[in-house]
C-alpha cells in the first residue's frame, strides 16, 4: 500500500485515463474466512457508468455483515491424522495417517456447509500427512497453542535455538480458538510453522484448503507437496466471491 500511488501513476502512463483504477488492502478474517491474510487488490473499470471506487466501496462495507469464524470451525470433523514415520513412503496409505481419497461422510457445521455450498460430500481427499521426524513430533506436542520457537516447552531441544532472533517462527502451534495464520505455499517445505492445535503435525492439505474455504469436493492434483502450493497461493474462495459478486452487481 505505501507503493500505491506509485501503482497507479504505472497504470495512468500505459492506460491514460480511460480506466478508473483503485487499490485497497482487504484482510480475508474480516469477511468471515478463519484465516488472518492481508492482500492487495486492484480494481480497474473502462465503463463510463462503473467507477471502481465505488465497487471496493461496496467490498468494503460487507465488512460488518460476516461473523468471525475461529479455526476449529473450519478443522471439525475432519478424521484425526498420525505422522508418517517413514521417509520416502509417498504410496503408503493406512488408516493412521489416512488415504488421499476416501469414501466417508463429511461431518458439518455452519462453516462447512457455506464453504460447501450446502451440498452433502460423501468422500475425503488431499487429508493425508507428511513424513516429521521424532524431534519433530515431540516439539509438535510440547508446544501450547499460540506458541512459538522461543517457548520454554522446547528449550532443551530446539534444534536452532543459538539463531532465536532469526528462527521464532520456525515452530508454531495454531490456537483452535483464533484465526488461522496466513497459509502460504511454504507449506510445500514443511508445516513446521502450522502445527495443528490439538495433534502433534502439521495441517493437512484438505485442512489448509478449509481454511482458505476450498470445497471439501474440490480435489487437487499432482505430487503432495504441490497441493500445498496451489492451496498457499490461491486468493480464498469465498473472498473471490465476495469480490466477483460486487463486480457483477455493478455490470448488472
Known amino acids: 500500500?505505501?507503493?500505491?500511488?506509485?501503482?497507479?501513476?504505472?497504470?495512468?502512463?500505459?492506460?491514460?485515463?480511460?480506466?478508473?483504477?483503485?487499490?485497497?488492502?482487504?484482510?480475508?478474517?474480516?469477511?468471515?474466512?478463519?484465516?488472518n491474510r492481508e492482500r492487495v487488490f486492484v480494481i480497474g473499470s473502462r465503463l463510463k457508468n462503473i467507477d471502481a471506487h465505488d465497487i471496493v466501496s461496496d467490498?468494503?462495507?460487507?465488512?460488518?455483515?460476516?461473523?468471525?469464524?475461529?479455526l476449529k470451525d473450519a478443522l471439525f470433523g475432519l478424521p484425526k491424522l498420525e505422522s508418517k514415520r517413514q521417509k520416502n513412503s509417498r504410496g503408503v496409505e493406512n488408516d493412521k495417517i489416512v488415504y488421499k481419497f476416501s469414501k466417508i461422510e463429511i461431518k458439518t457445521n455452519d462453516f462447512i456447509q457455506k464453504i460447501n455450498n450446502n451440498k452433502k460430500i460423501k468422500y475425503l481427499s488431499n487429508h493425508t500427512n507428511r513424513f516429521n521426524?521424532?524431534?519433530?513430533?515431540?516439539?509438535?506436542?510440547?508446544?501450547?497453542?499460540?506458541?512459538?520457537?522461543?517457548?520454554?516447552?522446547?528449550?532443551?531441544?530446539?534444534?536452532?535455538?543459538?539463531?532465536?532472533?532469526?528462527?521464532?517462527?520456525?515452530?508454531?502451534?495454531l490456537n483452535e480458538s483464533l484465526v488461522s495464520k496466513t497459509i502460504t505455499s511454504h507449506m510445500k517445505m514443511d508445516c513446521n510453522m502450522y502445527i495443528h492445535p490439538t495433534q502433534p503435525r502439521g495441517l493437512s492439505p484438505r485442512e489448509a484448503a478449509r481454511v482458505q474455504t476450498f470445497p471439501d469436493d474440490f480435489v487437487f492434483m499432482g505430487a503432495n507437496n504441490t497441493w500445498y502450493a496451489q492451496i498457499g497461493n490461491a486468493v480464498p474462495v469465498k473472498l473471490s466471491q465476495i469480490i466477483g459478486s460486487q463486480i457483477m452487481k455493478h455490470l448488472n
Open 59 to 70: 467490498i468494503s462495507s460487507l465488512k460488518n455483515e460476516f461473523k468471525a469464524v475461529a
Open 133 to 173: 521426524n521424532d524431534r519433530d513430533i515431540d516439539i509438535f506436542g510440547r508446544l501450547p497453542q499460540g506458541e512459538n520457537s522461543l517457548h520454554e516447552s522446547i528449550k532443551d531441544i530446539m534444534p536452532y535455538s543459538s539463531r532465536n532472533d532469526m528462527f521464532k517462527d520456525k515452530y508454531f502451534k
Open 1 to 35: 500500500m505505501k507503493k500505491s500511488n506509485e501503482i497507479l501513476d504505472n497504470f495512468d502512463s500505459i492506460l491514460g485515463t480511460e480506466y478508473s483504477i483503485e487499490i485497497t488492502l482487504l484482510n480475508a478474517k474480516d469477511f468471515g474466512i478463519p484465516q
